[in-house]
């Protein structure tokens, strides 16, 4: 089971990007997947989720209205789409995939079972 995101990088406030998480060894299907982030000297923090068996996503309240996730089955990948980024949103963001819990515990990264390596995002002002 492999976790890869790829996307990060250096972008002015306002920009947008796209974070992808492409998953191995499993199915999207029997996994929610979920956005964390994670500043430094401080813990990792939920960013959004989508469990594609229930096609039900979540976002945190700080991201909401500029974030989307979305899935490409045939992929295999699950994308973070970031929009009207802001300084404050630079961190490292991973994504994780938990086997077969809802949405409803997308924010608990304790029930996480595969972790990614992780992406920059750093965003000017």
């Known amino acids: 089971v492999q976790l890869v995101e790829s996307g990060g990088g250096l972008v002015h406030a306002g920009g947008s990007l796209r974070l992808s998480c492409e998953a191995s060894g499993f199915s999207l299907d029997d996994y929610t997947i979920g956005w964390f982030r994670q500043f430094p000297d401080k813990e990792r923090e939920g960013v959004g989720c989508?469990?594609?068996?229930?096609?039900?996503?979540d976002y945190a309240d700080s991201v909401k209205g500029r974030i989307a996730i979305s899935a490409d089955h045939a992929k295999n990948t699950v994308y973070l789409q970031m929009n009207s980024l802001k300084p404050e949103d630079t961190a490292l963001y991973y994504c994780?995939?938990?086997?077969?819990?809802?949405?409803?515990?997308?924010?608990?990264?304790?029930?996480?079972?595969?972790w990614g390596q992780g992406t920059q995002v750093t965003v000017s002002s």
């Open positions: 994780g995939a938990m086997y077969a819990r809802g949405v409803e515990y997308g924010f608990g990264e304790e029930w996480y079972d595969y």
């Open positions: 989508f469990d594609s068996s229930h096609n039900k996503t």
